[in-house]
Structure formats: structure tokens, C-alpha cells
């Protein structure tokens, strides 16, 4: 039985998303997320950032590539990964990352143009959907968050 593992982040990208592939075609994005946190201590605020490192595969890759750029805010479904190997002196190192399973973009506002945008964005993914002929994946569409945050 598989014990559970889940995590849901919201942060910003802190660099634009690189994607490769694997040597038999499978498309593989990475980005790294900076998530921020406020806490009150004595009399003021303090403020805690974290980094973390999220992949993506196939079609999600493709598109978070694709929609993806520096500073631009995301939401990311999914687990923990966690690495683990020797280093050339034999050191144990290791790396927990995040595998997404969903990945929401927050809209993208430019003055005068913020409902435009956001309503092109959007009609372009639900258009690359239908077109898209490869079998359907639970975990390979990509949705653009339509709340203002």
C-alpha cells in the first residue's frame, strides 16, 4: 500500500523553465519555485523564503515551458521526490525535489490589456486542448488560475 505524499505550493519562478528530453523523447521541464512566508515575531513581520525544485513531463512540460518565464506565478500539485547517490569521493548526497502532477499559472496582468490577455491565454490552452490527438493523461493538462490573486 502506498502511503501518502502530496504537496501543494504557490510561489513565483525564480528563472525561466529549461526543458529537455530524455534519450527516447520524453519532454522533461525543470523550474524552481521561491514560495514566501510571513510570520509575526516580537513587533514586527519576518519574512521566510524557501526554493524549491519542480519537474514536469510530457505534455505538462511542454507547456509549462511554454507558458513559463521569470517572476511569473504558479500553483504546483504534486509529490516529493527525493535522490539519492554518491558523490566521486563516495560522500551519500541527496535531493528531495518536487514531481508535479498540475500546474496552474497565474494571470498575467499588462495595463489596459489585463482582461484581453488573460482571456487570450486562456482560449489559446482550452484551443491546444482539442486539438491535442494524444490520449488524455490526468496529469497532463495545464489550466491557467482565473482568480485574480
Sequence with gaps: MNNLNSILIEGNLVRDPQLK?????????????????????????????????????????????????KGRGVRVVGRLKQDRWSDPEGKARNRVSIVAEHVEFR???????????????????????????QA??????????EAVF
Design 21 to 69: 528530453s530524455t534519450p527516447k523523447g520524453t519532454p522533461l521541464c525543470t523550474f524552481t519555485i521561491a514560495s514566501n512566508r510571513f510570520f509575526k515575531q516580537d513587533s514586527g513581520f519576518e519574512k521566510e523564503v524557501g526554493f524549491f525544485d519542480v519537474e514536469t513531463w510530457s505534455k505538462l512540460a511542454e507547456n509549462c515551458y511554454n507558458l513559463g518565464h
Design 136 to 145: 488524455p493523461h490526468e496529469y497532463e493538462d495545464i489550466q491557467l488560475a
Design 107 to 133: 494571470p498575467e496582468f499588462k495595463a489596459n490589456e489585463a482582461h484581453t490577455t488573460e482571456t487570450s491565454v486562456i482560449s489559446d490552452i482550452h484551443e491546444a486542448a482539442r486539438q491535442s490527438s
